[in-house]
């Protein structure tokens, strides 16, 4: 069983639609983040949450709204999305927020935005 | 600002060939966490190795080695006798310090191909 679960694997969405993404991390871990994986590109780091406290925001489009209800859980929430925004998205944890925690990694969502 | 430099962004190698991937770092801290990540096709980055900027020793785990060397602010990964297994996209990453404040940098990876 992987520690981290995401749901679902793809999602082809319109523009106009509403969806959300899930992950689950079953590590006991204290941090969970939503990265964007576009090809050619670095990983992009989107969002960071501490014990169910948001502790970063880089400059993402408000389309883009994350929910972290516990700190087993994390959501992201999709709405009238762009083309441009099609990526995998990737949800991770680790113990702590911190520069020697390493990340463990969901398996990602691969979103198509048509 | 902290950057993390992979050149190399396609390998192709034969099985049982060694290949190294190259990761070059930028940082102005002293104090500092050096990461690999391997991405296979399945999409999830699962974590190879961490060292931090006190401890040059290099390491061995089965066929992976890692070489780093503050001189020259470089964290190379060398995988012996390759494996089609090995088949993936290979990241590098540094993180500042430690703290709630910490930044994980990911450099843009390397595609590893390993043909039979």
């Known amino acids: 069983e992987t520690g981290v679960t995401q749901t679902p694997r793809h999602l082809v969405m319109g523009m106009t639609n509403k969806k959300s993404l899930k992950c689950e991390q079953h590590?006991?871990?204290?941090?969970m983040y939503w990265y964007k994986q576009s090809a050619k590109k670095p990983l992009e780091l989107m969002f960071v949450?501490?014990?169910?406290?948001?502790?970063e925001n880089n400059s993402v489009p408000s389309r883009f709204s994350p929910e972290c209800p516990n700190s087993s859980h994390l959501f992201l929430h999709l709405h009238t999305l762009q083309p441009e925004d099609s990526a995998l998205y990737l949800c991770?944890?680790?113990?702590?927020?911190?520069?020697?925690?390493?990340?463990?990694f969901g398996n990602g969502t691969r979103l198509t935005v048509t | 600002a902290q950057k993390v430099t992979q050149a190399q962004t396609e390998i192709s190698v034969v099985e049982k060939e060694d290949v190294t991937l190259d990761c070059v770092y930028e940082?102005?801290?002293?104090?500092?966490?050096l990461f690999w990540y391997k991405q296979p096709p399945s999409g999830e980055l699962v974590f190879l190795i961490r060292?931090?900027?006190?401890?040059?020793q290099n390491e061995i785990s089965g066929r992976y080695s890692w070489n780093f060397q503050k001189s020259t602010s470089s964290f190379n990964f060398t995988i012996t006798a390759s494996q089609v297994v090995d088949s993936a996209v290979y990241f590098c990453?540094?993180?500042?310090?430690?703290?709630?404040?910490?930044?994980?940098?990911f450099g843009k990876g390397i595609t590893l191909s390993v043909r039979p």
């Open positions: 991770a944890s680790s113990q702590e927020i911190g520069g020697d925690s390493p990340l463990h």
């Open positions: 990453a540094l993180s500042e310090f430690a703290g709630a404040n910490s930044k994980l940098t």
């Open positions: 060292r931090n900027s006190f401890d040059e």
């Open positions: 940082t102005r801290d002293t104090t500092y966490y």
């Open positions: 949450y501490s014990l169910e406290e948001r502790v």
């Open positions: 590590l006991g871990h204290n941090a």
